[in-house]
């Protein structure tokens, strides 16, 4: 189901698709937890219907192989290892060159498409100069991790936001208490919130925030560790509290520009040492960062 704040997109792909202008190439712009994946594929449903309606009627063969996920036009490419491979381009490019199972439209939806190595990325160029007739490709990406200029100039882009009205009443009808303020870092991102619930962790994010609040970090290291070492993901999520943090001090003046970049950077410098290098002892790492923190 496609959430109300991308009904707007939602409905600028139906206009373009029922008009005969639906690009090719397109490449949703939007944060995980915005709704990219569920606006793509309502829209592959849409395209790979046999009714020949602007929405998915539902009955035809090639929507009922769509419900349990069978149908032979329907291409779903996402990160292996961290990566999109030039192999896995290749493939994408044999899929479509090969005949439609319906004598229709065939699709492809490459999640996390800022993960395309630079060989990928150049063999997915073919593709996009070159489209076959009723063949659609559509990316989905971040819109912090900047992807090639050739990429991007060969496709059709919509950045995907969220109204923050309509994220408060969503957040609101999953039974979560908006006026938290742990829930106001992810006005930009509900679903986040909904899979987290669905999950059982919203105990363990609230939990983030509260540590992160802290006024000696230091003495939390211990909670911090085993909620690491449960989801490394939380590794992310108590990051983006400490950041909020410190730009509430910086603003408010309890924190000077030098001390501000340097805890920043002390952050970036955890997180980024967390994704990159193979057998860190996160103990000690997250020691040095609560340190560093702590520092006034």
Same mark, same amino acid.
Not at 96 to 108: E, H, M, P, W
């Given at each position: 189901?496609?959430?109300?704040?991308?009904?707007?997109?939602?409905?600028?792909?139906?206009?373009?698709?029922?008009?005969?202008? +639906?690009?090719?190439?397109?490449?949703?712009?939007?944060?995980?937890?915005?709704?990219?994946?569920? +606006?793509?594929?309502?829209?592959?449903?849409? +395209?790979?219907?046999?009714?020949?309606?602007?929405?998915?009627?539902?009955?035809?063969? %090639?929507?009922?192989?769509?419900?349990?996920?069978?149908?032979? #036009?329907?291409m779903l490419v996402s990160a292996e290892k961290d990566s999109i491979s030039v192999e896995q381009v290749r493939?994408?490019?044999?899929?479509?060159?090969?005949?439609?199972?319906?004598?229709?439209?065939?699709?492809?939806?490459?999640?996390?498409?800022?993960?395309?190595?630079?060989? %990928?990325?150049?063999?997915?160029? =073919?593709? /996009?100069?070159?489209?076959?007739?009723?063949?659609?490709?559509?990316? +989905?990406? #971040?819109?912090?991790?900047?992807?090639?200029?050739?990429?991007?100039?060969?496709? &059709?882009?919509?950045?995907?936001?969220?109204?923050?009205?309509?994220?408060?009443? &969503?957040?609101?009808?999953?039974g979560i208490d908006v006026t938290q303020p742990w829930v106001n870092a992810f006005l930009h991102r509900p679903?986040?919130?909904?899979?987290?619930?669905?999950?059982?962790?919203?105990?363990?994010?609230?939990?983030?925030?509260?540590?992160?609040?802290?006024?000696?970090?230091?003495?939390?290291?211990?909670?911090?560790?085993?909620?690491?070492?449960?989801?490394?993901?939380?590794? #992310?999520?108590?990051?983006?509290?400490?950041?909020?943090? @410190?730009?509430?001090? /910086?603003?408010?003046?309890?924190?000077?520009?030098?001390?501000?970049?340097?805890?920043?950077?002390?952050? /970036?410098?955890?997180?980024?040492?967390?994704?990159?290098? =193979?057998?860190?002892? @996160?103990?000690?790492?997250?020691?040095?960062?609560?340190?560093?923190?702590?520092? /006034?």
């Open positions: 189901m496609i959430p109300s704040w991308l009904q707007p997109n939602y409905q600028q792909l139906q206009q373009l698709g029922a008009t005969g202008q +639906l690009h090719h190439g397109l490449l949703l712009l939007g944060k995980e937890g915005v709704g990219s994946f569920d +606006l793509a594929y309502q829209l592959t449903l849409d +395209l790979l219907c046999m009714s020949n309606g602007t929405q998915a009627c539902g009955v035809c063969k %090639a929507c009922t192989l769509n419900k349990s996920q069978t149908n032979p #036009d329907f493939a994408i490019s044999d899929f479509f060159v090969s005949t439609a199972s319906f004598q229709g439209n065939k699709v492809v939806i490459v999640k996390d498409a800022h993960a395309l190595t630079l060989s %990928a990325s150049n063999a997915l160029l =073919k593709t /996009l100069e070159e489209p076959n007739a009723n063949r659609y490709l559509v990316l +989905l990406s #971040d819109p912090n991790t900047p992807l090639p200029a050739t990429i991007l100039s060969r496709c &059709f882009k919509i950045t995907l936001t969220v109204d923050a009205n309509q994220a408060k009443q &969503f957040i609101s009808d999953l679903l986040c919130l909904k899979q987290w619930q669905e999950d059982g962790q919203l105990s363990a994010v609230e939990s983030l925030y509260q540590l992160s609040q802290q006024q000696t970090l230091q003495s939390c290291h211990k909670q911090l560790l085993e909620l690491f070492n449960q989801n490394t993901d939380y590794i #992310d999520i108590f990051a983006q509290f400490c950041a909020q943090k @410190l730009q509430t001090e /910086l603003l408010s003046n309890t924190l000077d520009v030098k001390r501000y970049q340097e805890k920043n950077q002390a952050l /970036l410098s955890f997180a980024h040492k967390f994704k990159e290098v =193979k057998g860190l002892n @996160l103990s000690l790492q997250l020691n040095q960062l609560l340190k560093q923190l702590s520092y /006034l």
